[in-house]
């Protein structure tokens, strides 16, 4: 039997700022299908979740055990048949709820070639809900990865790649920062500044995230797990690519 627990999961940390991961089955024991961004306290329902702070702390009561969520690398699973409440949590608190219930959703065919995909299909989506509590519901592909990224120093960029088969959906759950988008022909920036909203990045398009605010935090989910196989990480190996699709 399950039972209430904290996972580690990796941090990876560089000039460019920190860097934590969760991946289906590796950290997360459950396919993804609700995911919801927090930042007031709300009645939890008695499901299987994971809950990880984005930033801020909370503290959760799970059959009687008190666990502190402060550490982005630190995420809490919770079974169904455990009774569980938000404590309290800090003013500067975001934190994920994500769980297995929801609607199904529909996925995207991991065998569209590239050159479908322009800056045109890096589109908004707005999150339901809006506010304090936003339902991410309408991301058009199964969540196989969650990534977050903060603690990002003045100054620097990052990003700087393009993905083979990987869709992304990026969201600005704080402060602010630029996308610029080349597809090898055209180019576009996007400013991600509000929760509300993130933006689909298709497979086939280089990405370099900069302009960081002070305080942002940047979360992102992903169709697949990581495959350096997958990444396309030099700009003329990415045009390339965009002309003969190999």
Known sequence: MERERMIEIPKITDHRGSLSFAEIERHIPFPVSLVSLN????????????????????NILVNGNHFLLNQPDKILYIPPSAHRTIENLSADAIYLLISPDGNNRNSVKRSTPIQKYTIRDCTPAKLSGGGNHSVIDNIPFDIKRIFYIYGIPSGEKRGMHAHKICHEILIA?????????????????VTLDNPAYGLHVPPGIWAVEKGYSQDAVCLVFASDKYDAKNYINSYPEFIKYRQDGN
Do not use: C, Y
């Open 39 to 58: 930042t007031e306290k709300i009645d939890l329902e008695q499901r299987e979740e994971i809950i990880i702070a984005l930033s801020g702390q909370l």
């Open 173 to 189: 759950v704080s402060g602010s920062f630029d996308v610029e988008l080349d597809d090898g022909t055209d180019k576009k920036t």
